[in-house]
């Protein structure tokens, strides 16, 4: 377990990690004195919460009236006959409505057929925002009811809070774009450029690293300068990143040495095979309408004990009068065979292991240690099914001994003091679109002749061609900058004050370079304009002597932070200026 360094800031600050997930979310903070070595903290005691003190996440749920005020969130929802009230009253749960985020280009019909619609005139953003808000208060009044003076320790550092938001590996600008807007409507941050600085996101992937590195469970497979898997199999997601590690003069650095990847195949969606599964073998039973209750009993016992696929597993949902024997009913249990139950399993079983597969295939280095953390891998079943497939292979699979649920919102925290990563590997290709002067010789040319028009200078040009700015898999360290130039030609002289737009275009296909965007139109989607006041221009002689103006400029993208960030910079006068550039991310990217 590497050495913390003590905090060298002159400052006292609080570090403060939500990780909102599908089914549960947690929170941890670190209290950050000037020369003091920082210490992660859980926030382990909620409102309505069962067991006081030991529990260190809570339900993900939020329940609403019918004019859309928030009535309960997490345990409260839970509380002993709040189900009869919500339908006496006509009250809204709302639950894994972070799904509702996901990328559109990440998710297939079916699963969004899977995923709890929002409540009438309610967007992800709305619901988002009014559970960060919860999460704030649950957590001020932790530190102030936990920490000797708490109050008076709250108002030093309430200006100072770094707020680090967690988020599936599959999530990406646009995602990030809504999670920092619903920390402003929250009240976390004011909407300035400063206040939004203190916003910072993390993979759940890189996030579970760090856990694992404080945990000391990478001591041993850390040696001989193999990589390491990390699977964060929560509620919604599982997240799988491989990352070898170097130690240097500044400590310890790990590098991600192949695509992150990201899947649909959470625990939620093994209750959602089960739902289906009762709903065939109740449908023309008296117990048809109990579907829903007996769902939720299998969620909150009979998946999480489930070891043997030799014994009978059984659902208690009722009371003793709750019999039929045909459909394995009796005393208000459901039997079932051992044999159902892995079926269950068995999607996110293969996809795991087809993922951690191929990653050790892609990967820039062998690979034959794997972690499992997140709620999901208290599953026996799941850590028992993918050990024994592994192990055969020669790889060391396992997962820490306890609190498992809270690897992301530790490592959110860690990933902030810490900072382990100084590599990451794009997983997409991202450029522009651009137009090539006409070329009859060329035959990709002559084959898109109908789209050929003339610009400013009187030339010809064919558009759509994709210019590569940043290919995918490639490893980008925090410092490395990727450029291309461009130019833009206009016919009459560009007013002082224009804006130039550049839309960033990712690739999302298999081709290595592509060069034309006609060529599957489909796998092309913009993640976000990137804009900056117009460059100075020059006078130029086009075609036949014709007059126009032309801007010069390098459009530069930094995908080294668990953020985008990008700009445009030109040359004035032999000087090279450089203007942070606006980005305005695509929000027809969340499907919400």
Request: charged letters at 20%; glycine letters at 8%; aromatic letters at 10%.
């Amino acid at each position: 377990m590497p050495i913390r360094s003590p905090y060298r800031g002159t400052l006292r600050k609080l570090v403060l990690a939500f990780d909102v997930g599908t089914t549960y979310s947690g929170i941890s903070y670190s209290i950050l004195d000037p020369g003091q070595i920082p210490e992660i903290r859980g926030v382990t005691r909620f409102p309505a919460q069962a067991h006081v003190g030991g529990d260190s996440k809570i339900p993900t749920i939020i329940i609403y009236d019918q004019y859309g005020v928030v009535r309960a969130v997490g345990a409260e929802a839970l509380k002993e006959g709040f189900e009869s009230m919500i339908e006496e009253e006509s009250w809204i749960k709302v639950e894994w409505f972070k799904l509702h985020l996901r990328p559109s280009s990440n998710v297939s019909t079916s699963i969004a057929q899977k995923i709890p619609p929002l409540p009438k005139g309610k967007t992800v953003l709305d619901v988002l925002s009014d559970f960060l808000g919860y999460l704030y208060k649950c957590a001020r009044s932790y530190v102030e009811e936990t920490h000797a003076n708490g109050v008076h320790l709250w108002t030093s550092f309430q200006d100072h809070i770094e707020f680090i938001l967690t988020h599936p590996n599959g999530w990406e600008g646009a995602q990030q774009s809504q999670m920092r807007k619903a920390a402003t409507r929250a009240g976390l941050i004011p909407d300035t450029e400063e206040g939004r600085s203190h916003v910072h996101f993390v993979t759940e992937g890189e996030a579970s690293l760090h856990f694992c590195i404080q945990s000391g469970l990478t001591v041993e497979a850390l040696k001989g300068g193999e990589g390491v898997l990390i699977v964060d199999a929560g509620g919604g997601t599982v997240d799988i990143t491989a990352y070898s590690h170097e130690s240097n003069a500044a400590g310890l650095s790990f590098q991600e040495i192949a695509t992150p990847q990201c899947f649909f195949q959470g625990s939620v969606f093994v209750t959602n095979r089960a739902r289906a599964f009762l709903e065939d073998l109740l449908q023309d039973s008296k117990f048809v309408d109990d579907v829903d209750h007996i769902t939720r009993c299998f969620d909150k016992t009979t998946k999480l004990r489930f070891r043997d696929i030799k014994e009978p597993q059984f659902i208690k949902f009722g009371t003793s009068r709750d019999k039929d024997l045909s459909l394995g009913i009796r005393s208000g249990q459901l039997k079932l065979k051992g044999t159902d139950i892995a079926t269950f399993f068995l999607p996110s079983i293969r996809c795991i292991l087809d993922c951690i597969l191929n990653q050790r295939e892609s990967s820039s280095k062998p690979i034959n240690h794997i972690f499992l953390v997140g709620g999901f891998a208290a599953s026996d079943w799941l850590f028992c099914q993918l050990k024994d497939s592994l192990e055969p292979m020669g790889i060391t699979f396992s997962r820490p001994d306890n609190h498992v649920n809270k690897a992301v919102a530790d490592g959110g925290v860690s990933f902030y003091i810490d900072h382990f990563v100084s590599a990451r590997i794009a997983k997409y290709t991202y450029g522009i679109q651009i137009c090539h002067r006409y070329k009859p010789s060329d035959p990709e040319h002559e084959s898109r002749f109908l789209t050929v028009f003339t610009n400013a200078a009187g030339y010809e040009m064919v558009p759509g061609a994709y210019s590569i700015i940043l290919p995918k898999a490639t490893q980008v360290t925090e410092s490395t900058t990727f450029k291309q130039p461009y130019y833009q030609v206009y016919e009459t002289r560009p007013n002082v004050g224009e804006i130039i737009e550049c839309d960033l275009l990712c690739y999302r296909g298999t081709m290595e370079t592509p060069r034309w965007m006609d060529v599957e139109p489909a796998k092309y989607s913009k993640l976000c304009t990137v804009s900056a006041p117009i460059p100075p221009y020059k006078e130029g002689r086009g075609k036949a002597g014709k007059l126009y103006y032309r801007i010069a400029f390098e459009v530069v993208l930094n995908f080294g932070l668990t953020e985008l960030t990008a700009m445009i910079q030109w040359e004035e006068s032999g000087l090279q200026k450089r203007t942070s550039a606006q980005i305005v991310y695509d929000v027809d990217n969340v499907d919400s």
